[in-house]
């Protein structure tokens, strides 16, 4: 038996038995994590993270001592069965990424794939993530949406995605490097015409940036900037770029 003390932690789970809970962590203003993501932190065996020195600074800042190892798209492959056998013999394990809640558009989509397939107990312990977090501000419909995480790179299929968005009704969010967010505004406001639009960037942070007007205008506005930091791009769907009177 586990001699871990029951706690909000582990409601839900058997703490006698292996289990993975997946954790939201801050996309940026360490004080919006959760209570309950700090109990879990303290209380399993491992940590699965992107970059250790990144979830080190996070833990550091909590006071967390906790064994921690990397678990990325380079590696996640490989490690992911004996991850499985691990969790199976009674590890309590937590998935985090670096910013946000993982396997949005971060790494663990092979973990979890692979547990699914067993009987082992997967906890989600929600909080952080920057698609809820512009959403919730944009002015824009958000009664349904969908989410496009990255555009791909290669102009051909970027702008074959685009195309196949164009008739997309509900709200369209993506994410984009601070390099291609001048060349992606462009090419969506080519593709799907001058929609209401809303652009976060560096959301929760000190240079927190949420800027809100037309396809058109946010093109205007972002020629000739250097753009650093996460950027999450919220568009109006098709037919729903209604203005009030």
């Not at 309590?92 to 397939?117: F, N, R, W």
């Amino acid at each position: 038996m586990s001699d871990r003390p029951a706690s909000p932690a582990n409601e839900g789970a058997d703490s006698a038995r292996g289990v993975l809970y997946v954790v939201a962590t801050p996309i940026g203003n360490l004080g919006d994590i959760s209570q309950r993501a700090l109990d879990v932190l303290r209380s399993v065996d491992l940590i699965l993270c992107e970059d250790t020195r990144h979830t080190h600074k996070l833990l550091s800042h909590y006071a967390i001592s906790a064994r921690v190892e990397s678990y990325h798209e380079h590696n996640e492959r490989q490690k992911t069965p004996s991850l499985v056998e691990r969790i199976r013999a009674g590890a309590q394990v937590a998935l985090v990424s670096d910013a946000g809640t993982p396997t949005i558009s971060d790494p663990g989509y092979p973990l979890l794939e692979a547990l699914s397939h067993t009987e082992i107990t997967v906890v989600p312990i929600p909080g952080p993530s920057a698609v809820t977090a512009l959403l919730s501000v944009s002015g824009l419909p958000t009664d349904r949406f969908v989410f496009e995480g990255f555009l791909p790179v290669k102009s051909g299929k970027r702008l074959r995605r685009l195309s196949e968005l164009a008739t997309e009704e509900r709200t369209i969010v993506l994410f984009e490097s601070p390099y291609r967010i001048a060349r992606t505004l462009g090419e969506c406001h080519s593709a799907w015409g001058d929609r209401r639009s809303c652009l976060g960037r560096e959301l929760t942070k000190r240079f927190e940036e949420i800027r809100r007007g037309s396809l058109a205008e946010l093109c205007e506005w972002a020629q000739g900037h250097t753009f650093k930091g996460e950027i999450v791009l919220a568009v109006a769907g098709l037919g729903r770029d209604r203005t009030r009177a």
